[in-house]
T-cell receptor
Framework: GQQVMQIPQYQHVQEGEDFTTYCNSS?????IQWYKQRPGGHPVFLIQ?????EVKKQKRLTFQFGEAKKNSSLHITATQTTDVGTYFC????????????FGKGTKLTVNP | EPEVTQTPSHQVTQMGQEVILRCVPI?????FYWYRQILGQKVEFLVS????????KSEIFDDQFSVERPDGSNFTLKIRSTKLEDSAMYFC?????????FGPGTRLLVL
């Protein structure tokens, strides 16, 4: 079945440093979504990427979808302590599937 | 801002017992989902529901699981005979189009 791999599993950064998490799917995706989950919280939708090569920005967050629609990345510039949490990518396969397949997530901790 | 709500927030049950987890999706949403997240692990899709029927389910969603939208507002997940390995956080989500909004979850502990 479809698998979504995400690396790294953990990332510790000093406040102000940049952070990137990478997501790779075993199959071509129709779209990919990114979620943030704070400790003890629930996944909160951040963004959806649909087009090949798409790049979207939300303030200090930059999201990218690969040309082959099989990989994606989330980059945070100048991390802040409020960025702490686990970032999940979730892919939807082509063919009209409802199913979102989540990566294992990258847990980000930020030292002030 | 409208949000998905779930009850109860925590549920402790004995192995073999039935549990019903309840969700109230956002009112104009058309698509409904259940996910589970075993502690410290990734979120796993269980089932999607549209137009009063299951549209897709995962291999986890076996005969012990069922979903229902009994009254047009609630969306329930029933586990008929719970097993130890059903212990997890269960998230309900709803969507109008592509964006899914997750509820706060029900933490289920099976003893």
């Amino acid at each position: 079945g479809q698998q979504v791999m995400q690396i790294p599993q953990y990332q510790h950064v000093q406040e102000g440093e940049d952070f990137t998490t990478y997501c790779n799917s075993s199959t071509t995706l129709s779209n990919i979504q990114w979620y943030k989950q704070r400790p003890g919280g629930h996944p909160v939708f951040l963004i959806q990427l649909v087009k090949s090569g798409e790049v979207k920005k939300q303030k200090r967050l930059t999201f990218q979808f690969g040309e082959a629609k099989k990989n994606s990345s989330l980059h945070i510039t100048a991390t802040q302590t409020t960025d702490v949490g686990t970032y999940f990518c979730a892919g939807r396969t082509q063919g009209g599937s409802e199913k979102l397949v989540f990566g294992k997530g990258t847990k980000l901790t930020v030292n002030p | 801002e409208p949000e998905v709500t779930q009850t109860p927030s925590h549920q402790v049950t004995q192995m073999g017992q039935e549990v019903i987890l309840r969700c109230v999706p956002i009112s104009n949403h058309l698509y409904f989902y259940w996910y589970r997240q075993i502690l410290g692990q990734k979120v796993e899709f269980l089932v999607s529901f549209y137009n009063n029927e299951i549209s897709e389910k995962s291999e986890i969603f076996d005969d012990q699981f069922s979903v229902e939208r009994p009254d047009g507002s609630n969306f329930t997940l029933k586990i008929r005979s719970t097993k130890l390995e059903d212990s997890a956080m269960y998230f309900c989500a709803s969507a109008f189009q592509e964006t899914q909004y997750f509820g706060p979850g029900t933490r289920l502990l099976v003893l």
